[in-house]
T-cell receptor, first 115, second 114 residues
Framework: AQSVAQPEDQVNVAEGNPLTVKCTYSVSGNPYLFWYVQYPNRGLQFLLKYITGDNLVKGSYGFEAEFNKSQTSFHLKKPSALVSDSALYFCAVRAVNNAGNMLTFGGGTRLMVKP | NAGVTQTPKFQVLKTGQSMTLQCAQDMNHEYMSWYRQDPGMGLRLIHYSVGAGITDQGEVPNGYNVSRSTTEDFPLRLLSAAPSQTSVYFC?????????????FGDGTRLSIL
C-alpha cells in the first residue's frame, strides 16, 4: 500500500522568510510525486510534480520541491514567502506501476504567512 | 474550457434521502475520480473510472455508487444518506490512467447530512 505523511498540520512563517512544507512517502517501486494547493472554497490546484530526472523541481508561483529518494521525502520550498501563499497544501504520490493508478494524498498542511 | 464542473455547490440532506452529485469535464479525459475531503484526513478516493463503461472502487466506496455512460460525465450517487457522509466532495480528471500528468479538480460540493 502507498501512503503520504505531512507531519505538520500548520506552518507559520513571516512574509519574506523562506518556507518549507514537509512530505514523506511510502510506495512500492518508483513514485510520481505531486504538490497541490487549495484556497478557501476551491478545488485543488496543481503546483508541481516529480516524474524522473533532476531532483529539484520548479513549479508555479515560485515554489520548488526536492526529491530525496534515500529519505523518501519531497519537501515543498519557497525562498521568500508571500501573504498570498497562505493556503492548504497537499502532497500526493502514485506508484509508477500501480495497477489502479490511484493517487494517495497526505492529510494537508495549512501554511500561514504573516505580514 | 470549463475544465471540471461540479453541481450543486452546496446541499443539505436529511438522513435516508438520496441524491446525485454531478461531475462533467470537457477535456476528453479518460480517467475520472471522486474524492471526499474531511479535516485532517486529506482526500480519500471513493470511486474511479478509467473510461466510459468502466468503474472501480477506491479506498472508501461504501454508501456510494457511480456510473460512466459517457466520457464527459461521472455522477456520484448516495442511495441513503448518513451523517457520516457529511463532507466536501471533489471530482477530478486526468488524461488517462497511466499518465504522469496532474489531475484537474472541480471546486467541490459541500454536503451536509442532518
Amino acid at each position: 500500500a502507498q501512503s503520504v505523511a505531512q507531519p505538520e498540520d500548520q506552518v507559520n512563517v513571516a512574509e519574506g522568510n523562506p518556507l518549507t512544507v514537509k512530505c514523506t512517502y511510502s510506495v512500492s517501486g518508483n513514485p510520481y510525486l505531486f504538490w497541490y494547493v487549495q484556497y478557501p472554497n476551491r478545488g485543488l490546484q496543481f503546483l508541481l510534480k516529480y516524474i524522473t530526472g533532476d531532483n529539484l523541481v520548479k513549479g508555479s508561483y515560485g515554489f520548488e520541491a526536492e526529491f530525496n529518494k534515500s529519505q523518501t521525502s519531497f519537501h515543498l520550498k519557497k525562498p521568500s514567502a508571500l501573504v498570498s501563499d497562505s493556503a492548504l497544501y497537499f502532497c500526493a504520490v502514485r506508484a509508477v506501476n500501480n495497477a489502479g493508478n490511484m493517487l494517495t494524498f497526505g492529510g494537508g498542511t495549512r501554511l500561514m504567512v504573516k505580514p | 474550457n470549463a475544465g471540471v464542473t461540479q453541481t450543486p455547490k452546496f446541499q443539505v440532506l436529511k438522513t435516508g434521502q438520496s441524491m446525485t452529485l454531478q461531475c462533467a469535464q470537457d477535456m476528453n479525459h479518460e480517467y475520472m475520480s471522486w474524492y471526499r475531503q474531511d479535516p485532517g484526513m486529506g482526500l480519500r478516493l471513493i470511486h474511479y473510472s478509467v473510461g466510459a463503461g468502466i468503474t472501480d472502487q477506491g479506498e472508501v466506496p461504501n454508501g456510494y455508487n457511480v456510473s460512466r455512460s459517457t466520457t464527459e460525465d461521472f455522477p456520484l450517487r448516495l442511495l441513503s444518506a448518513a451523517p457520516s457522509q457529511t463532507s466536501v466532495y471533489f471530482c477530478a480528471s486526468r488524461i488517462d490512467r497511466t499518465s504522469n500528468q496532474p489531475q484537474h479538480f472541480g471546486d467541490g460540493t459541500r454536503l451536509s447530512i442532518l
